[in-house]
């Protein structure tokens, strides 16, 4: 896999087989969405990422980080991020405690939260979750082309 500090020199040089890919890790705190976002939205523009895939990826990170600083015990929420053959994978990762997955909701109009999952879905080619490995916590995964 290419570290995304080289990917930039291997595509120029016609050898980016591999997957582009990163990952950090931030404070379950709402400000940390932003910084997320910036993050992802400057790896993808190394990456060349298109800039319409580019945007829906950094809405998606905004929905999928928000949702894990909002409904989780997190101190520390993951974020990794990998492009491979035209396809963004995004994934973040909280510590929580809670049994439940996260679901799509039907919100009533007038409720202003409870779109962020529709949202995802709507932008992702598909997304889902699984446990976390020490069985606290999960992933949440998206992937946009």
Do not use: K
Request: one cysteine or more; a neutral charge.
């Amino acid at each position: 896999m290419a570290a995304s500090q080289d990917a930039l020199r291997l595509e120029r040089r016609g050898v980016l087989d591999a997957a582009c890919q990163d990952s950090f890790r931030l404070f379950a705190v709402g400000s940390s969405v932003a910084e997320a976002r910036r993050r992802v939205r400057t790896r993808l523009r190394e990456w060349g990422v298109a800039d319409e895939v580019r945007d829906d990826t950094e809405m998606v990170v905004s929905e999928l980080f928000t949702n894990a600083v909002r409904h989780t015990t997190s101190e520390r929420i993951t974020c990794g991020l990998s492009f491979t053959r035209g396809i963004v994978r995004v994934e973040v990762t909280d510590q929580g405690s809670f049994l439940t997955e996260p679901q799509q909701r039907a919100p009533r109009v007038d409720e202003e939260g409870g779109r962020g999952l529709l949202l995802v879905g709507a932008l992702s080619a598909s997304w889902g979750v699984y446990p976390g490995e020490s069985g606290r916590g999960r992933t949440v995964w998206a992937e946009l082309s």
